[in-house]
């Protein structure tokens, strides 16, 4: 089983619509939880950060963590075709700059 | 802000060679760790360096090595490749000691071994 579980899509949603993104994992020493997104052929780009359990918002995402359940989300509001990319979840332990695990990605379209 | 860089942009090699990719930190950044994205798959973490030594591993055979130089930039070097080193090399860097925990990627090296 790997540490990290993410559902590799495709998914694809209509312009406007909520887009949710999730992972599951089975490290509960995990405490850092980042969200980043990946176009094609290009480095991964920091979307999202969140330190332990909470929600954190910033413009149209939102990141939740729910340690209990060892459940992370990804919400995007108002989706546009520019969010368009893979999106990766990733996680590490007692500090933010330690190794990373990474989910596999979800593929996302959003079509116009 | 100049951020992550790396070279080459792509490689091509043949099973047996050796290959060295490069990587600049973006300013201000200390610590740099390096990963291998297969097609379809999420990034590997293979090490990271600090300090010039190399701090954590991850599950990598002796064949790939490191090297960190006192302006913080870092080389990857992969010897004996094998067709299954074909992939992205990301490096990603940080500062943990000045507050920034978070790692941000370079654009990669793509590496085809044929």
């Known amino acids: 089983q790997k540490e990290v579980e993410q559902d590799p899509g495709p998914l694809s949603v209509p312009e406007g619509a909520i887009v949710s993104l999730n992972c599951t994992y089975s490290?509960?020493?995990?405490?850092?939880f980042m969200w980043y997104r990946q176009y094609s052929r290009k480095g991964p780009e920091l979307l999202m950060y969140t330190y332990s359990s909470g929600n954190k918002e910033d413009g149209r995402f939102t990141a939740q963590v729910d340690k209990s359940s060892k459940y992370i989300s990804l919400f995007i509001r108002d989706s546009q075709p520019s969010d368009s990319a893979t999106y990766l979840c990733a996680m590490s332990g007692n500090f933010g700059n330690e190794k990373l695990t990474f989910g596999t990605g979800t593929r996302l379209t959003i079509i116009p | 802000d100049a951020g992550v860089t790396q070279s080459p942009t792509h490689l091509i090699k043949t099973r047996g060679q050796q290959v060295t990719l490069r990587c600049s930190p973006k300013s201000g950044h200390d610590t740099v760790s390096w990963y291998q994205q297969a097609l379809g798959q999420g990034p590997q973490f293979i090490f990271q360096?600090?300090?010039?030594?190399?701090?954590q591993r991850g599950n990598f055979p002796d064949r790939f090595s490191g090297h960190q130089f006192p302006n913080y930039s870092s080389e990857l070097n992969v010897n004996a490749l094998l067709l299954g080193d074909s992939a992205l090399y990301l490096c990603?860097?940080?500062?943990?000691?000045?507050?920034?925990?978070?790692?941000?990627f370079g654009p990669g090296t793509r590496l085809l071994v044929l």
């Open positions: 490290n509960s020493a995990f405490q850092y």
């Open positions: 360096y600090y300090e010039e030594e190399e701090r």
């Open positions: 990603a860097s940080s500062a943990p000691d000045r507050g920034v925990e978070t790692q941000y």
